[in-house]
């Protein structure tokens, strides 16, 4: 073991947690100043803070005009809730999972809506047959699958002249990849994970489609306070306006303008997207020269460039999981990186988050650490043997 060189670069920034994610480079509390602390997100400096989210969230998505925009409780799990909760059941449903985030979407519409549902499921890795999805009925899917690093590779397979709507879970895609809105009825997202805001915030984005199912359809199950979008048959506008259902933290909306206001620094949606494709770039090369280490994503246009999840493959390694614990301690241990064990419900590997606030540099100094932390590991390995 003591023949295994230690790489002499480091990280300059060891956080690559899928969630909550890594600070913008340059993040400082001293940004956060301004966050009128105190004061009820009811006076007009709290309506105008949100408002400002809001509409800055549209400037960087490029959201259409139409479209409401809205910051709702409990981060991208409530969006997502608030959505199905309120919209579902006007016809049939068609549900996507292809990870544990959309599995737990399949739990809602079939054990607790009793939805009439298709479902349409993958091993991790994979994605589902896309072109078998009925859009005459809704559709709820994941853009990005956050715990298995596989993307839909672009909205082809959602027609225009769909009968039903598309509700999407784009929380590790957002402010990544492209999201077509003329395709998305339904955007649901949290600012704590591309832009690395601060948790238990969700944006929910409506289209005028999404809409008009509110106002004429009212579902047959009773819905609590924090999920009702309607008051007296109509859409609730003030939510869209920054009137946000219960109290959201002042502290965490300045800390998400302060994201929006670097991530337009960037280059806006483009430079963001080129961000992450950068660092996914760093890890693909690494992958490409090391035959024991691959991408779970088994076809390289579904790879996430957000959540790079990767598995070992030497078939020395009897036990993944205890092999990929003892590789992810070793490098917390060595202050290199924080937070990649692969999501408990996952294969056992690594999961490296590769959004925009991480910068290409470390995601390259962490490479030679993951081969130094496998090395090692291996070597134990052989010498119990």
């Given at each position: 073991m003591t023949d295994i060189e230690t790489p002499a670069a480091r990280p300059a920034n060891p956080r690559f947690s899928s969630g909550p994610c890594a600070k913008f480079p340059g993040y400082s509390l001293d940004t956060l100043s301004d966050a009128p602390l105190g004061r009820s997100h009811r006076a007009g400096v709290g309506k105008a803070k949100l408002k400002q989210a809001i509409e800055t969230?549209?400037?960087?998505?490029?959201?259409?005009?139409?479209?409401?925009?809205?910051?709702?409780?409990?981060?991208?799990?409530?969006?997502?809730?608030?959505?199905?909760?309120s919209l579902l059941g006007e016809r049939p449903v068609e549900m996507l999972a292809w990870e544990s985030f959309g599995a737990g979407w399949v739990t809602d519409a079939v054990k607790q809506l009793r939805l009439d549902a298709r479902l349409h499921e993958a091993e991790y890795g994979q994605l589902p047959d896309l072109n078998a999805v009925n859009f005459?009925?809704?559709?709820?899917?994941?853009?990005?699958?956050?715990?298995?690093?596989?993307?839909?590779?672009?909205?082809?397979?959602?027609?225009?002249?769909?009968?039903?709507?598309?509700?999407?879970?784009?929380?590790?895609?957002?402010?990544?990849?492209t999201?077509?809105?003329?395709?998305?009825?339904?955007?649901?997202?949290?600012?704590?994970k591309v832009l690395g805001g601060e948790a238990a915030h969700g944006v929910l984005i409506l289209s005028p489609r999404a809409v008009e199912r509110l106002e004429s359809y009212t579902p047959p199950w009773?819905?609590?306070?924090?999920?009702r979008l309607t008051k007296g048959g109509k859409l609730n506008e003030g939510i869209f306006e920054g009137a946000t259902i219960n109290t959201p933290s002042m502290l965490c909306v300045?800390?998400?303008?302060?994201?929006?206001?670097?991530?337009?620094?960037?280059?806006?949606?483009?430079?963001?997207?080129?961000?992450?494709?950068?660092?996914?770039?760093?890890?693909?090369?690494?992958?490409?020269e090391h035959d024991w280490i691959a991408f779970l994503a088994e076809k390289p246009e579904t790879r996430s460039n957000t959540s790079v999840c990767l598995k070992f493959t030497d078939d020395r390694i009897s036990d993944p999981a205890a092999f990929a614990k003892a590789v992810t301690k070793r490098l917390?241990?060595?202050?290199?990186?924080?937070?990649?064990?692969?999501?408990?419900?996952?294969?056992?590997?690594l999961r490296i988050w590769c959004g925009g606030t991480v910068e290409d540099s470390d995601v390259q100094a962490l490479m030679p650490w993951i081969e130094w932390a496998y090395r090692i590991e291996l070597s134990a390995l052989d010498a119990a043997a």
């Open positions: 969230t549209r400037e960087v998505l490029g959201v259409p005009a139409d479209y409401r925009i809205g910051i709702v409780p409990a981060s991208d799990t409530g969006a997502v809730e608030m959505a199905m909760w005459d009925n809704d559709v709820v899917f994941t853009w990005n699958g956050t715990t298995s690093g596989v993307r839909v590779p672009n909205g082809d397979f959602i027609p225009m002249n769909r009968q039903g709507l598309t509700i999407c879970d784009a929380t590790s895609a957002a402010f990544a990849q999201l077509p809105w003329d395709k998305l009825d339904v955007t649901t997202f949290s600012w704590q009773p819905l609590p306070k924090i999920f300045e800390d998400y303008l302060a994201a929006l206001d670097w991530a337009k620094s960037a280059g806006g949606l483009d430079g963001l997207r080129e961000r992450a494709n950068r660092n996914l770039a760093a890890v693909q090369a690494f992958v490409a917390e241990a060595e202050g290199v990186a924080y937070d990649i064990g692969a999501y408990r419900d996952a294969p056992p590997g």
